[in-house]
């Protein structure tokens, strides 16, 4: 047989080959491992901490509430105090109201646990997690106190609203800074959003009714980091697409330990663009995923009001 | 290792000089090899003596000397694909040296492969002459590989094996486990940056413009430097010396033409130009599309100032141009215009300053510009680059056993990133002098021997000062006649890095005290043979290592510690200190090329086996992975058929690819979890723990062309039918995660579906 003959052969088979429809996609996420995950964040001056802790469960499988609960009896999670060396155990508590389940979280029982700006805690969480003995800590250290809103310029403003020079106007917060303190957030949150209070006239993107995640869409984050600490205080401005609804607003600006600003601007890109991925950071040693942050936090109100 | 090549040189330079030939048993024939037809110099013509075994190939501008030629009578031959052999009956005398410029016929028969072959060099001796992992291509063929749209180099030079594309959607290569970035591309000897049109879907180079391409995958002389994998090299049209000549093309993306000229009797001129034009068709009709466009032109001059002086200017400008807005039913309009472009210019001076002692000289300018501005809130972003460079190479013919090639560059690089937010603003400014110089031997100890080794030294200086030594060498070794064997060893430097943005153009950094130089070591093996004449077999096995290469760091907003600060308070990021991570790279594989050029049945196939692995520091807890343009096996097959006698009347083009499947990441696990503790809504996320731990399914692909051609006298107009991935396969592209009220939702993404286009040449 000729070398055209072969070529010819080939061609025929390539044919064959090229023509085979859809590549499927089976995905078996083999390189699944149980983890604790950690939804632990302290805020100075508080009292009742409030943390959850939960599994992590396989990508390719569903899951409920209920699935992703550490078993109570195998877990257990205590947060210390570096500074003075005093450990608070907490335990699993349920608030209910008219027998229904109002929140569960895990707490501190006691009275005398008050989350102090510029101390340091230590989280230690245990569970057995699908026949594993897992265990997860992690360190955080509350801003220093000094973190505080100074001055909100305007209690509401019409949905881009103008000046009388064509300016577009925003919702402006200034506020002190704390020291050693880089990262600033303001939690934007929507109080009575509903479909029909809906920005659909927004210059962001043609969204309709059917498009609208009520949760998602009700609530913002916002940063301001890195700010330059010989100033003294910071300034935020709050863009318009951090507002879905011609609403109520509260807004909760508040100052972050590192901990939470590395696993805030990481833990929800970790999926790139072009289906890359990376590591978040999670700051947390042994089998534990999550956050286990601190801060300080204030909070103003607004509204935005419809043209 | 520097001073051992050192030595190397001096001694072969002086054992060769003690040895070289008188200047009366002896001469040397050279001159410029050219097509008879329009005037334009042929790169790599072979021009030998048929009754005596020496010979030599034309350089980039033509020119070819075979020195010390005892006294004698002989029959000169040149060979040059797609033309006719020519002959000529030379007389040495004493001493007495020949200027002899060739004009050669272009075939008329030029896919009768009897014609071809019967009078022609040897195709064993066409791939001996070429360098090791050089790949040449001609317009021609580029056009005749089934395209998106319309004629693409950087898309043909993809079907070729060891150059692998990252997706359907995406011009730049991936060259044995290389980057893009790590490729020089060369226009007319200019740098050229960022060489994409359309988020990277096309290159800038207009095919209809282009003479010549060379790209050479590794192991590439001491002439090159300031890459770490390949160089491409584009020569343009210098223009028709004969007549006005001229090409039009209009596709379902663009129009475009190409004009040629005589300038008198001493020079010539062409110049090209493209434009999309759905902006001005499809989107006045259509609201969702936005408005963009890119256009694209060169012009070239060429002047034969006298016979040993030849000036040419040169001139590329490219732009394209977005203006996107994100809810046009709005009473606020608003989005972001987006604009980018390169621009080249070169002066290159060709001097003879002696029949053996050849030489090039040009100043060359690049640049970069993209202005982006988001006008929803205020911010913008400039990324530029500048590029002045000034250099020389010089090539000595010393005896048919000896030539030495030598040059310099001094490169001037400015390299800006602004961005400037409600929250940060970026002003990174770096410039650096690169100065390289390179000596390279070659030598030819016995008809059967080729050495080639030589040095470059780079001296950089930005914020941080390099000094490099580069050793190159290669050798080439003609088992018998059919059978050749080369291997090659290469040291390569690069002090740029850069960030490779997704469908937004690239930004390029400087090495300094932020980002060390990345090197790299290429390891060549390879053995060619001729095949029934007509067919080409190259097998190539390669290593290569790659040190302190630079990737983006994606955590760089979590990890990026500021201490300057702009008047308003605002952090002021003046270096790149947290905006890359470095790593490390090794590829390794073999290659397979069965080629043939000619006969109404061409085209190639290609075989690649290969594997990159990545290191980068704090990734995948340091461990090495494969990156995502890794593939072990990938199946090239281009051909091209006559379908009737006549030539070129009826042709059908394919192109087929097979690959095995790109590593991809699947997230270890998903957890759920509050943003903050005042979000009182928990969503799922994602917990990656190994980087591309799995592959995605096989890659296949046959795209299909059909060119008619119909000739009227001079004039000729080819419409043609394009299909792209024909069997309309549904490759992955990649996997998107999510879920939905506790339900995984993993969605396919999936690559380019079956994409019929038409469009029509004309030459005239």
Same mark, same amino acid.
């Given at each position: 047989?000729?070398?055209?003959?072969?070529?010819?052969?080939?061609?025929?088979?390539?044919?064959?080959?090229?023509?085979?429809?859809?590549?499927?996609?089976?995905?078996?996420?083999?390189?699944?491992?149980?983890?604790?995950?950690?939804?632990?964040?302290?805020?100075?001056?508080?009292?009742?901490?409030?943390?959850?802790?939960?599994?992590?469960?396989?990508?390719?499988?569903?899951?409920?509430?209920?699935?992703?609960?550490?078993?109570?009896?195998?877990?257990?999670?205590?947060?210390?105090?570096?500074?003075?060396?005093?450990?608070?155990?907490?335990?699993?508590?349920?608030?209910?109201?008219?027998?229904?389940?109002?929140?569960?979280?895990?707490?501190?029982?006691?009275?005398?646990?008050?989350?102090?700006?510029?101390?340091?805690?230590?989280?230690?969480?245990?569970?057995?997690?699908?026949?594993?003995?897992?265990?997860?800590?992690?360190?955080?250290?509350?801003?220093?106190?000094?973190?505080?809103?100074?001055?909100?310029?305007?209690?509401?403003?019409?949905?881009?609203?103008?000046?009388?020079?064509?300016?577009?106007?925003?919702?402006?917060?200034?506020?002190?800074?704390?020291?050693?303190?880089?990262?600033?957030?303001?939690?934007?949150?929507?109080?009575?959003?509903? &479909? +029909?209070?809906?920005? *659909? $006239?927004?210059?962001?993107? %043609?969204?309709?009714?059917?498009?609208?995640?009520?949760? !998602?869409?009700?609530?913002?984050?916002?940063?301001?980091?890195?700010?330059?600490?010989?100033?003294?205080?910071?300034? &935020? +401005?709050?863009?318009? *697409? $951090?507002?879905?609804?011609? %609403?109520?607003?509260?807004?909760?600006?508040?100052?972050? !330990?590192?901990?939470?600003?590395?696993?805030?601007?990481?833990?929800?890109?970790?999926?790139?663009?072009?289906?890359?991925?990376?590591?978040?950071?999670?700051?947390?040693?042994?089998?534990?995923?999550?956050?286990?942050?601190?801060?300080?936090? !204030?909070?103003?109100?607004?509204?935005?009001?419809?043209? | 290792?520097?001073?051992?090549?050192?030595?190397?040189?001096?001694?072969?330079?002086?054992?060769?000089?003690?040895?070289?030939?008188?200047?009366?048993?002896?001469?040397?024939?050279?001159?410029?090899?050219?097509?008879?037809?329009?005037?334009?110099?042929?790169?790599?013509?072979?021009?030998?003596?048929?009754?005596?075994?020496?010979?030599?190939?034309?350089?980039?501008?033509?020119?070819?000397?075979?020195?010390?030629?005892?006294?004698?009578?002989?029959?000169?031959?040149?060979?040059?694909?797609?033309?006719?052999?020519?002959?000529?009956?030379?007389?040495?005398?004493?001493?007495?040296?020949?200027?002899?410029?060739?004009?050669?016929?272009?075939?008329?028969?030029?896919?009768?492969?009897?014609?071809?072959?019967?009078?022609?060099?040897?195709?064993?001796?066409?791939?001996?002459?070429?360098?090791?992992?050089?790949?040449?291509?001609?317009?021609?063929?580029?056009?005749?590989?089934?395209?998106?749209?319309?004629?693409?180099?950087?898309?043909?030079?993809?079907?070729?094996?060891?150059?692998?594309?990252?997706?359907?959607?995406?011009?730049?290569?991936?060259?044995?486990?290389?980057?893009?970035?790590?490729?020089?591309?060369?226009?007319?000897?200019?740098?050229?940056?960022?060489?994409?049109?359309?988020?990277?879907?096309?290159?800038?180079?207009?095919?209809?413009?282009?003479?010549?391409?060379?790209?050479?995958?590794?192991?590439?002389?001491?002439?090159?430097?300031?890459?770490?994998?390949?160089?491409?090299?584009?020569?343009?049209?210098?223009?028709?010396?004969?007549?006005?000549?001229?090409?039009?093309?209009?596709?379902?993306?663009?129009?475009?033409?190409?004009?040629?000229?005589?300038?008198?009797?001493?020079?010539?001129?062409?110049?090209?130009?493209?434009?999309?034009?759905?902006?001005?068709?499809?989107?006045?009709?259509?609201?969702?599309?936005?408005?963009?466009?890119?256009?694209?032109?060169?012009?070239?001059?060429?002047?034969?100032?006298?016979?040993?002086?030849?000036?040419?200017?040169?001139?590329?400008?490219?732009?394209?141009?977005?203006?996107?807005?994100?809810?046009?039913?709005?009473?606020?309009?608003?989005?972001?215009?987006?604009?980018?472009?390169?621009?080249?210019?070169?002066?290159?001076?060709?001097?003879?300053?002696?029949?053996?002692?050849?030489?090039?000289?040009?100043?060359?300018?690049?640049?970069?510009?993209?202005?982006?501005?988001?006008?929803?809130?205020?911010?913008?972003?400039?990324?530029?680059?500048?590029?002045?460079?000034?250099?020389?190479?010089?090539?000595?013919?010393?005896?048919?056993?000896?030539?030495?090639?030598?040059?310099?560059?001094?490169?001037?690089?400015?390299?800006?990133?602004?961005?400037?937010?409600?929250?940060?603003?970026?002003?990174?400014?770096?410039?650096?002098?690169?100065?390289?110089?390179?000596?390279?031997?070659?030598?030819?100890?016995?008809?059967?021997?080729?050495?080639?080794?030589?040095?470059?030294?780079?001296?950089?200086?930005?914020?941080?000062?390099?000094?490099?030594?580069?050793?190159?060498?290669?050798?080439?070794?003609?088992?018998?006649?059919?059978?050749?064997?080369?291997?090659?060893?290469?040291?390569?430097?690069?002090?740029?890095?850069?960030?490779?943005?997704?469908?937004?153009?690239?930004?390029?950094?400087?090495?300094?005290?932020?980002?060390?130089?990345?090197?790299?070591?290429?390891?060549?093996?390879?053995?060619?043979?001729?095949?029934?004449?007509?067919?080409?077999?190259?097998?190539?096995?390669?290593?290569?290592?790659?040190?302190?290469?630079?990737?983006?760091?994606?955590?760089?907003?979590?990890?990026?510690?500021?201490?300057?600060?702009?008047?308003?308070?605002?952090?002021?990021?003046?270096?790149?200190?947290?905006?890359?991570?470095?790593?490390?790279?090794?590829?390794?594989?073999?290659?397979?090329?069965?080629?043939?050029?000619?006969?109404?049945?061409?085209?190639?196939?290609?075989?690649?086996?290969?594997?990159?692995?990545?290191?980068?520091?704090?990734?995948?807890?340091?461990?090495?992975?494969?990156?995502?343009?890794?593939?072990?096996?990938?199946?090239?097959?281009?051909?091209?058929?006559?379908?009737?006698?006549?030539?070129?009347?009826?042709?059908?083009?394919?192109?087929?690819?097979?690959?095995?499947?790109?590593?991809?990441?699947?997230?270890?696990?998903?957890?759920?979890?509050?943003?903050?503790?005042?979000?009182?809504?928990?969503?799922?996320?994602?917990?990656?723990?190994?980087?591309?731990?799995?592959?995605?399914?096989?890659?296949?692909?046959?795209?299909?062309?059909?060119?008619?051609?119909?000739?009227?006298?001079?004039?000729?107009?080819?419409?043609?039918?394009?299909?792209?991935?024909?069997?309309?396969?549904?490759?992955?592209?990649?996997?998107?995660?999510?879920?939905?009220?506790?339900?995984?939702?993993?969605?396919?993404?999936?690559?380019?579906?079956?994409?019929?286009?038409?469009?029509?040449?004309?030459?005239?």
């Amino acid at each position: 047989m000729n070398i055209t003959k072969s070529i010819l052969m080939l061609i025929t088979a390539a044919w064959i080959m090229s023509s085979c429809g859809e590549a499927s996609v089976d995905v078996k996420n083999e390189s699944y491992e149980p983890r604790i995950v950690i939804e632990g964040f302290l805020i100075a001056g508080q009292r009742n901490v409030k943390m959850l802790f939960t599994k992590n469960f396989r990508v390719d499988e569903g899951f409920t509430n209920l699935d992703i609960f550490l078993d109570l009896e195998t877990t257990e999670a205590s947060v210390t105090c570096l500074d003075d060396g005093k450990v608070y155990e907490l335990s699993f508590i349920v608030v209910q109201e008219r027998d229904e389940v109002k929140e569960a979280y895990w707490g501190y029982q006691g009275s005398d646990f008050l989350v102090e700006p510029g101390k340091t805690y230590q989280l230690n969480v245990s569970a057995v997690v699908e026949g594993q003995n897992l265990s997860a800590s992690s360190i955080t250290k509350v801003p220093p106190a000094g973190f505080k809103i100074t001055h909100f310029n305007h209690d509401s403003l019409v949905y881009w609203q103008k000046d009388e020079n064509g300016n577009v106007l925003n919702f402006e917060i200034t506020f002190d800074l704390s020291a050693d303190t880089d990262f600033y957030m303001a939690a934007i949150q929507a109080l009575n959003p509903t &479909l +029909k209070t809906f920005i *659909y $006239d927004n210059p962001y993107g %043609d969204v309709e009714e059917e498009d609208i995640d009520l949760d !998602d869409d009700a609530y913002k984050n916002a940063a301001a980091f890195n700010l330059d600490p010989s100033i003294g205080y910071g300034k &935020l +401005k709050l863009e318009w *697409y $951090d507002f879905s609804f011609y %609403d109520d607003y509260r807004i909760v600006m508040f100052a972050t !330990d590192q901990n939470y600003r590395e696993f805030l601007v990481s833990f929800s890109n970790v999926m790139e663009i072009d289906g890359n991925f990376h590591e978040a950071k999670f700051n947390i040693e042994g089998q534990g995923i999550g956050i286990f942050g601190s801060m300080i936090a !204030d909070t103003v109100y607004c509204k935005v009001l419809d043209k | 290792m520097y001073r051992i090549m050192m030595m190397i040189l001096m001694t072969t330079t002086l054992v060769f000089a003690s040895s070289g030939p008188g200047a009366r048993d002896a001469a040397t024939i050279s001159g410029f090899v050219y097509n008879k037809e329009n005037g334009e110099a042929l790169i790599g013509a072979n021009v030998y003596f048929e009754n005596l075994a020496m010979g030599a190939s034309t350089n980039v501008s033509g020119y070819y000397v075979i020195p010390s030629v005892p006294i004698g009578r002989y029959i000169l031959v040149c060979d040059y694909l797609g033309f006719e052999t020519y002959k000529k009956t030379i007389e040495i005398v004493n001493g007495e040296n020949v200027k002899l410029n060739i004009y050669m016929n272009v075939s008329i028969l030029e896919t009768e492969e009897i014609v071809i072959t019967a009078d022609s060099i040897r195709t064993a001796e066409r791939l001996y002459r070429k360098p090791i992992s050089t790949v040449q291509l001609n317009p021609k063929q580029i056009n005749q590989v089934p395209q998106v749209a319309e004629a693409d180099l950087l898309r043909s030079l993809q079907t070729l094996p060891g150059i692998a594309p990252i997706s359907d959607f995406s011009t730049a290569l991936y060259i044995r486990g290389g980057t893009p970035d790590q490729n020089l591309h060369l226009l007319d000897g200019t740098d050229v940056y960022n060489p994409e049109h359309m988020f990277g879907l096309f290159s800038t180079f207009n095919a209809d413009a282009i003479k010549h391409i060379e790209l050479s995958k590794g192991g590439f002389g001491a002439e090159y430097g300031g890459r770490l994998s390949s160089v491409l090299d584009i020569t343009n049209l210098d223009g028709n010396r004969e007549k006005f000549e001229g090409r039009a093309s209009i596709s379902v993306l663009s129009a475009k033409t190409t004009l040629q000229m005589p300038i008198g009797n001493f020079g010539s001129i062409s110049g090209a130009i493209r434009r999309t034009y759905f902006d001005k068709t499809v989107a006045e009709f259509i609201d969702d599309i936005p408005d963009y466009y890119f256009y694209d032109g060169s012009i070239k001059a060429f002047f034969e100032l006298d016979k040993n002086n030849r000036l040419t200017l040169s001139y590329y400008g490219g732009n394209d141009y977005l203006d996107y807005k994100f809810n046009t039913e709005a009473t606020e309009k608003k989005g972001f215009t987006y604009d980018w472009g390169n621009k080249t210019a070169s002066l290159r001076w060709t001097r003879v300053f002696t029949p053996r002692l050849f030489s090039n000289f040009w100043v060359t300018y690049s640049i970069f510009r993209s202005r982006f501005k988001m006008n929803i809130f205020d911010m913008y972003e400039n990324n530029d680059i500048d590029d002045l460079t000034f250099k020389g190479n010089l090539e000595y013919h010393y005896s048919d056993k000896l030539a030495v090639k030598f040059g310099f560059e001094q490169k001037n690089l400015e390299v800006s990133y602004i961005e400037d937010d409600p929250q940060t603003a970026i002003d990174i400014k770096q410039d650096a002098m690169q100065i390289s110089g390179y000596t390279q031997l070659n030598i030819r100890p016995t008809q059967s021997w080729l050495i080639e080794t030589g040095v470059r030294y780079n001296y950089f200086d930005s914020d941080k000062t390099f000094r490099n030594w580069a050793p190159r060498f290669s050798t080439k070794y003609k088992l018998n006649e059919t059978i050749g064997l080369k291997a090659a060893y290469g040291r390569y430097y690069q002090y740029l890095n850069q960030i490779d943005r997704f469908m937004v153009s690239d930004v390029w950094s400087l090495s300094g005290k932020s980002e060390d130089r990345a090197y790299a070591d290429h390891y060549l093996v390879g053995y060619q043979q001729e095949i029934q004449k007509d067919y080409e077999l190259e097998v190539e096995a390669f290593y290569k290592k790659m040190n302190n290469t630079y990737s983006f760091n994606q955590n760089i907003a979590a990890e990026m510690k500021i201490d300057t600060y702009t008047p308003d308070g605002r952090p002021l990021i003046e270096n790149t200190k947290y905006v890359f991570k470095r790593g490390d790279s090794k590829s390794y594989g073999f290659e397979f090329l069965l080629r043939k050029d000619v006969g109404r049945l061409n085209g190639w196939i290609g075989y690649t086996y290969a594997h990159t692995l990545t290191k980068i520091d704090g990734i995948n807890l340091n461990r090495w992975f494969a990156p995502r343009h890794d593939r072990s096996s990938t199946v090239n097959l281009v051909t091209n058929i006559d379908l009737l006698k006549e030539r070129e009347k009826l042709v059908l083009g394919m192109n087929f690819i097979y690959s095995s499947g790109q590593p991809i990441t699947e997230p270890g696990s998903a957890y759920v979890i509050a943003s903050s503790p005042f979000d009182p809504y928990r969503s799922a996320s994602y917990a990656p723990t190994k980087i591309n731990n799995i592959r995605l399914p096989f890659y296949a692909r046959m795209d299909l062309s059909l060119t008619y051609k119909i000739q009227y006298k001079n004039w000729s107009m080819s419409p043609y039918l394009q299909i792209f991935n024909i069997g309309n396969r549904k490759n992955v592209w990649f996997i998107e995660y999510d879920y939905d009220e506790g339900k995984p939702e993993i969605e396919v993404i999936q690559m380019m579906p079956l994409l019929p286009t038409v469009g029509v040449n004309f030459v005239f």
